[in-house]
């Protein structure tokens, strides 16, 4: 039998960890990796797509100091924005919009309209800080209308989610 003492050192520590003490010693690693693995999968980028139960009426790129159609084809004038900087602008379309899609640096920030409307404003206001918190300029806009039969039900104003880039671990 070998003691302690036989045993080369990098092994002598290893000997004093009891069973029950490495079971859990793994299972807090096990958990962390959990952890780790959820909070990727959540803050992953977001996607530059209308929603579940909305449709792409059409998106716009900030180029040379104004808004240029992008998409989808054949809706060219269904959305109008007025007064369009790279922090933003105000919007009017000939269909209801039920979310904007406001896309600058690495994060986005989405605006539902419930119920859908026909006009409305956009900023860079909710967009994630980059580099020094700086907030940056808007790189497209999109506009999503309900697939659904029209909605008649009146909840309140417009609510914004925001969105970042990808948390590194």
């Keep these: 039998m070998t003691t302690s003492a036989e045993l080369p050192q990098a092994q002598q ?6 069973l029950w003490q490495g079971g859990l010693i793994v299972a807090i690693v096990g958990a962390i990796l959990v952890v780790v693995g959820a909070v990727q999968t959540t803050a992953a980028t977001p996607p530059e797509e209308c929603p579940t139960g909305t449709e792409l009426v059409s998106k716009y790129e900030f180029n040379d100091g104004a808004y240029v159609f992008e998409k989808p084809a054949g809706n060219e004038s269904v959305v109008t924005i007025t007064n369009g900087t ?35 404003t956009f900023s860079n206001d909710a ?8 907030i940056p300029d808007i790189s497209n806009v ?23 880039p990808p948390t590194t671990t």
């Design 142 to 164: 999109q506009f999503c209308g309900p697939t659904g039969p029209p909605t008649t039900t009146t909840t309140g104003p417009p609510t914004t989610t925001t969105t970042g």
């Design 13 to 18: 520590p290893l000997r004093r960890i009891k």
């Design 86 to 120: 790279a922090d933003g602008g105000d919007w009017s379309s000939t269909v209801d919009i039920a979310v904007v899609i406001v896309k600058g640096g690495d994060g986005s920030s989405f605006t539902t309209y419930d119920p859908p409307q026909k006009s409305g």
């Design 127 to 134: 967009l994630p800080p980059v580099g020094s918190g700086n």
